[in-house]
């Protein structure tokens, strides 16, 4: 993992997040998006001691939550549900 991967992936996503409206715009998609950044969250997760792993998952967690929140399934992307829920998220209406 790169040297402040954790710090670089919260920050994208708190970008993402501090947009305005209910939707996320597509742009953040982009990559290395959100996505990208949820990826390299769940990698970390892999790897961290019990303490720290604790809390990013808290974290994690919360992210889950607004990203869940501020997208929709997207039926026509089955095929990336091999990767992780995030990526089968329809990025706008």
């Known amino acids: 993992m790169r040297p402040n991967a954790v710090c670089h992936a919260l920050s994208r996503i708190e970008s993402a997040f501090r947009q305005p409206g209910r939707y996320l ?5 982009w990559s290395p998006g959100i996505n990208d950044a949820r990826d390299d969250l769940e990698w970390a997760m ?3 001691p019990p303490g720290a792993k604790r809390d990013l998952g808290r974290l994690i967690t919360r992210i889950d939550d607004e990203l869940e929140r501020r997208t929709l399934p997207e039926p026509n992307n089955i095929q990336l549900a091999t990767f992780s829920w995030w990526w089968t998220r329809m990025r706008e209406r």
């Open 25 to 29: 715009d597509v742009s953040v998609f």
């Open 46 to 48: 892999l790897h961290l």
